[in-house]
């Protein structure tokens, strides 16, 4: 029976179906059990699963994750929710130098199912550290998968799927989007949790967007369609492996891509996806692959995160420029 | 038995029979004047202050909170993004800040706005980082007071650093490095006060411990009292009321005259209670008890020593009533200065980068510039 869910609330349904399916399902983080952490995803879930499964940590982030190897080794998977997502690099050397490698390292005889939650992205008026999208840095490091979700039936799946599967996932949650509503069919089936996937059809130029900017991929496409311009979105939904063929397929029809994500462009995600999208689309582009995201700079106080943040304007402005090439 | 005694046989063991119960009896406490207000010796920590001072630090008290509480009132009708209050804490940190001599160097978190005060900086300067107008307007070269730091525990190490280049420099200052109690179990913590004791750099570690990180109880962080930790490093840890702003000026004092004299870090754990919330995005009624936070008004800061003052005659009713008045101009000098604080312009995300600006950066700021423009005539 389909239900109409906040993302945050989907979030919270596929955590607890996750570690009703599973007895070694433990989550571990700052604030999650009797606060239900900061943004209460974990909200209840101390209270029906216990203490030893639902674990308020000590303030160390080296220390969740690090421990997290220790019990996954043990045959636990542990899901570690980072509170934001400028305060995952005191656990960046054990996600870089151990979970990422142990499975290679072990000949695939220790596996590592551990899930590394992390709210991401601005546009909350935060202060400094709670607005960053450090995505790139994790699909960078081979051995680690790097999933985002945008919509509520993806995170209430996404996050089951992460959690069963037997590589480490850093699962990105848009966390300025936790409050918006789907549809949700917890009887239904998902799609693959490494999958992109069009999210609207269109014809003149194929937009890629992930987590929070998959909305604003979509308003933007709005605002183009009454203009007349038809653009094509596409839900990234995997950064690492990426999945690209559906934008290859696309890009041949459009000849035009945007990339558009909140990170600074040096070095993000659409860096990546322009050279292989160039690679692979090379004698169908009409226009270079163009990229929409942060600027260059540190992520500024947040009275100027309007200004730093892409929007569907910033979008529209790329959508031009592809076309007028 | 005082109120504090009194709360160490409440604390519930959360693992039982895992460690020492967590609060032993308080005799190491250092107390100079009770929850009453009443002047009590140490046979470690006397004080010197003459009564001009002793209103001086009520004054600061009094005014912190002032300032506090409209910052409270400033992020309700949606002025601050954020504001994370110090309510409780004014004393540990008037203290903490008034110990302090020109020339040392303090590395606050983000709670540190009574430090701020008494390092001269104005608060105007704390509430444009709240406001989400800049990273903290104040010259941390100029107030010796770095800007604030978010990130828990980095600044512990920054601090150790600085005192060794104070130390290489010879100079005859010390340096004060905040923490919270939440803080001690960061791995950066750890390595902070191993550097500091290793090359005894003069940095004393002040933890308010007003016993939560958000929503977790100082239980969740240690099994043994705070102040004990400092003896594994290999240097002196005390606890100390940190709602009595006597006992916290002398112990501080005492400790950064140590590391002057060059005998090496102290740490401090201040021993307090946020009467607050985390920060105004947080709800504490969903972690803790009421009656909790009535227990600690009855330990109150700033009534104690307001009760001292008038008990020894060293202020009168006139006093008291020209300090509020003086804490209603500044809530208004902040409230106006709040909301007549200019918006930056976009274009200052781009500055400061580097040094130098980058042909790169350059053109990503033109660029910005030439979009803004687009819209100039638009509706
Ligand atoms: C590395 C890091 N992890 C998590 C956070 C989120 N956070 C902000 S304040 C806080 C609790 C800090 O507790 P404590 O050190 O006791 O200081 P207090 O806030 O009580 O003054 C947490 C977990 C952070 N700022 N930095
Ligand atoms: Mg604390």
Known sequence: MTETLTIGKALNLGLRKAMEDDGKVVLMGEDIGKLGGVFRITDGLQKDFGEARVVDTPLAEAGILGTAVGLAMRGYR?????????????AYNQIVTQVAKIHARSRGRMPMPIVIRIPFGGGIGAVEHHSESPEAYFAHTAGLKVVAVSTPADAYWGIQQAIASPDPVVFFEPKRRYWEKGEVDPDGSPDPLFGSRVVRGGDDVTVLAYGP??????????????EGRSLEVVDLRTLSPLDLDPVYESVRRTGRCVVVHEAPVTLGLGAEIAARVTENCFHSLEAPVLRVGGYDTPYPPSKLEEDYLPDLDRVLDAVDRAMGF | MTALQQKTTEVVDPVPGAGAPHLPGQPDLVQLLTPEGERVEHPDYGIDVSDEELRGLYRD????????VEATALQRQGELGIWASLLGQEAAQVGAGRALADGDMAFPTYREHGVAWTRGVDPLHVMSLFRGVDQGGWDPVAHDFNLYTV?????TLHATGYAMGVQRDGAESAVLAFLGDGA?????????????????????????????????PIERQSRVPLYQRAAGFGFPGVRVDGNDVLAVLSVTRAALAAAREGSGPTFIEAFTYRMGAHTTSDDPTRYRLASELEEWKLRDPIARLK?????????????????????DELAARIRKG?????????????????????PELARQREEFVAYHASFEGEQ
């Open chain 2, 184 to 216: 001690t179990s960061q791995g950066e913590v750890n390595e902070a006060m191993i550097w500091a004791s290793s090359f005894a750099a003069p940095v004393v570690f002040f933890c308010q411990n007003n016993q939560y990180a958000i929503s977790a």
């Open chain 2, 151 to 155: 990130v828990i525990g980095a600044q």
């Open chain 1, 213 to 226: 900017m998959v909305k604003t991929a979509l308003q933007a496409a709005d605002a183009a369609a009454e």
């Open chain 1, 78 to 90: 542990p899901v570690c929710e980072i509170q934001f997502d400028g305060f995952v690099y005191p």
């Open chain 2, 338 to 358: 709040t909301l007549e604080m200019p918006d930056p312009a976009g274009t200052e995300m781009f500055d400061h980068v580097y040094a130098e600006q980058t």
């Open chain 2, 61 to 68: 008290l009094a005014l912190v909170r002032r300032w506090d």
């Open chain 2, 307 to 327: 009760a001292h003052l008038s008990r020894a005659g060293i202020a009168d009713a006139d006093f008291f009533t020209g300090v509020d008045a003086e804490g």
